[in-house]
Every structure is written in C-alpha cells, then in structure tokens.
Nanobody, 131 residues
Framework: QVQLAESGGGLVQPGDSLRLACARS????????MAWFRQAPGKEREFVAA????????????FYGGAVKGRFTISRDNAKNTVYLQMNSLTPEDAAVYLC????????????????????WGRGTQVAVSS
C-alpha cells in the first residue's frame, strides 16, 4: 500500500510564497501520475496541478488548473520520491487543505483533474493566507 505524506503548509501573507512537498513511501516504476488538489471549507475538491512521467529520469508532463496557472509550479525529485508544489503570489483564495494524489499508471491529459483517476491520497496540509 503506497502512502503519501504532505508537508510544508502554514500561514502566510498575501503575495508570499510557499513550497509544499509530497513524499511517496515507495519508488514506483513505469508511468506515474501525481497531482495536487485543494479543498476549502464548504467547497468541492479542486484540481491544482499534476505531473506525469515514465521511468527513473527527470522531467515529465505538467498540467495546471486555471486558477493557479502561471503562479504555481509542480516538480519532482525522483531520488527522494517526492513531488513539490511551489506556490507564488498567494492570495486568500488559495487558502485550503492541499492534498496529494497518486496513480501508478499514466492519466490522459483530459482526465488529470478528476479525483476519480487517483488511487492513493495523502491526508493533506493546511495552507492559510491572511494579512
């Protein structure tokens, strides 16, 4: 059973940056898709970003939700089994619990934003943005 552990959340001011990390309990071979979603109180879970790659090399295809495109960057460190979410220019609308998700096959581009595509989920890390 793969386990995902998010970290890096906290309280920041508008305009600040924050980097989240999602550590995977075991290395996965083949094609992998990992994603970040977020959920604010009273709202549906929202797609933030995803990265899809094959093999043990670097790189991968990245995908972003419309609300964060241009401000957030998803990346990975294969040696550390970790995916990161760099969040810049944060606004109060970005405040939410951020959850990491994983699927150990490729997810087609048109479906990366669907929660039903992912097999494993972390418990989330809280991000608060307030002045």
């Amino acid at each position: 059973q793969v386990q995902l552990a998010e970290s890096g959340g906290g309280l920041v001011q508008p305009g600040d940056s924050l980097r989240l990390a999602c550590a995977r309990s075991e290395r996965t071979f083949g094609t992998v898709t990992m994603a970040w979603f977020r959920q604010a109180p009273g709202k549906e879970r929202e797609f933030v970003a995803a990265i899809r790659w094959s093999g043990g090399g670097g790189g991968g295809n990245t995908f972003y939700g419309g609300a964060v495109k241009g401000r957030f960057t998803i990346s990975r460190d294969n040696a550390k089994n970790t995916v990161y979410l760099q969040m810049n220019s944060l606004t109060p609308e970005d405040a939410a619990v951020y959850l990491c998700a994983s699927r150990h096959t490729g997810v087609i581009a048109g479906r990366v934003g669907l929660t039903s595509e992912y097999d494993y989920w972390g418990r989330g890390t809280q991000v608060a943005v307030s002045s």
